[in-house]
């Protein structure tokens, strides 16, 4: 099993500011991804995280508003850009080998203010 | 579009007390079926999975049938701990199709001594 540390735990931002959340596993895993849960609302995927190339976006999010980096396999960064109070939710980091396989870290709390 | 529909909470119950998670979902195909459990202050884990129709899932007493004429997946525990108090969610990966977990929006359970 791989462990996740993200940071940070939880943040209160004004508006208009923008948040980098950090993700690191402890072992080197093919595929990480970060998703987003709303209050009230399932979890969503926002991308995958692709080493050494541009993240692959799913429907509805776009790399102007949630740029990712991954630098190697262990590390990834999602920052949440020109925030809103919209965008006040839980933003996870999973990292595996395959989509089905992979770990969860505990999720950043973001509030937007 | 692949989506998941779980039964709403919170659920509250006695220790010892029969638990059902009503869960359906709707694809093309025939995916992969999961429960995830997240625990207070930890990250998502996976609890049990199948991968066909009636294929049984298990683990820590909770068990799940992948029934295909219906297209659910009821999560079951025949005597609730107070340890099982946690946030449980259902999902689905079709590979093929949209290849990503989709998931429901969880039920929180609690447990009472």
């Known amino acids: 099993s791989a462990v996740i540390s993200q940071k940070p735990s939880r943040d209160i931002c004004q508006r208009g500011t923008s948040l980098t959340i950090q993700c690191q596993v402890d072992s080197q895993v093919t595929m990480m991804f970060w998703y987003r849960q709303q209050p009230g609302q399932s979890l969503t995927l926002i991308a995958t995280a692709n080493q050494g190339s541009e993240a692959t976006y799913e429907s509805g999010f776009v790399i102007d508003k949630f740029p990712i980096s991954r630098p190697n396999l262990t590390f990834s960064t999602l920052t949440v850009s020109n925030m809103s109070p919209e965008d006040s939710s839980i933003y996870l980091c999973?990292?595996?080998?395959?989509?089905?396989?992979?770990?969860f870290g505990q999720g950043t709390r973001l509030t937007v203010v | 579009g692949d989506s998941v529909t779980q039964m709403e909470g919170p659920v509250t119950l006695s220790e010892e007390a029969f638990l059902t998670i009503n869960c359906t979902y709707t694809?093309?195909?025939?995916?992969?079926l999961f429960w995830y459990v997240q625990y207070p202050g930890e990250g998502l884990q996976l609890l049990l999975k199948a991968t066909k129709a009636d294929d049984k899932g298990s683990n820590k007493g909770f068990e799940a049938t992948y029934r295909k004429e219906t297209t659910s997946f009821h999560l079951e525990k025949g005597s609730v701990q107070v340890s099982d108090s946690a946030v449980y969610f259902c999902?689905?990966?079709?590979?093929?199709?949209?290849?990503?977990?989709?998931f429901g929006k969880g039920t929180k359970l609690t447990v009472n001594p």
């Open positions: 999973s990292a595996g080998d395959t989509h089905t396989e992979a770990f």
């Open positions: 999902a689905i990966y079709f590979q093929g199709g949209s290849e990503k977990l989709v």
């Open positions: 694809a093309t195909g025939y995916p992969s």
